[in-house]
């Protein structure tokens, strides 16, 4: 029997065994008109996700905003992002917090869960559980505030889905790094 597969090419360049994974940039970026949409725009263009975005003034003096974008894609793909967002113009730093060791994130989510019953009292209790604060309440419902990494939103989610969630809304991830050094 022959082989009829062809052997590996130093040239191939399809990353098919690239597991993909999450990755979290922070961005500082001029605060002028445009610079978001330009920075969506690069994602659209190549057809990568935004899985959260975050953006807001960070100096008003400096006209700086920082921008969280959430995304996910294979090694090279990321760094691919990555070297995209460097070489936008209005962009001042570019930084990968998800490779950062001393890399924070969190993200605010407001959960509204409608019950009444046992299931009223097991909402509180997992609220207690997750340090999610009651910021408003009713004889009918609850609006929970929950901070955290984003799989802790996503588990306090799940547990009150079947307690009676109604609605929510979430932050998207912030980011920060751990230290006395800005970015």
Do not use: W
Request: aromatic letters at 4%; hydrophobic letters at 40%; glycine letters at 6%.
């Amino acid at each position: 029997m022959s082989d009829t597969s062809q052997p590996a090419s130093v040239y191939d360049l399809s990353h098919e065994d690239e597991a993909e994974s999450l990755a979290t940039f922070a961005i500082l970026v001029d605060n002028e008109p445009g610079v978001l949409h330009r920075l969506v725009g690069l994602f659209a263009a190549r057809g990568y996700n935004i899985e959260s975005l975050t953006v807001a003034e960070t100096d008003r003096r400096a006209h700086t905003s920082r921008v969280t974008i959430v995304t996910r894609g294979a090694p090279h793909v990321l760094a691919q992002i990555e070297a995209q967002l460097q070489k936008m113009v209005a962009t001042r730093h570019v930084q990968d917090v998800t490779r950062d060791p001393n890399g924070l994130e969190r993200e605010l989510a407001l959960v509204k869960v409608r019950s009444t019953g046992p299931e009223r009292v097991e909402a509180l209790r997992v609220a207690d559980i997750f340090r999610a604060k009651v910021i408003d309440t009713t004889h009918e419902s609850f609006v929970f505030e929950v901070t955290g990494a984003s799989t802790k939103i996503d588990k306090f989610i799940e547990l009150m889905r079947p307690l009676g969630l109604v609605e929510l809304s979430r932050t998207g991830v912030l980011s920060l790094t751990r230290g006395a050094e800005p970015m």
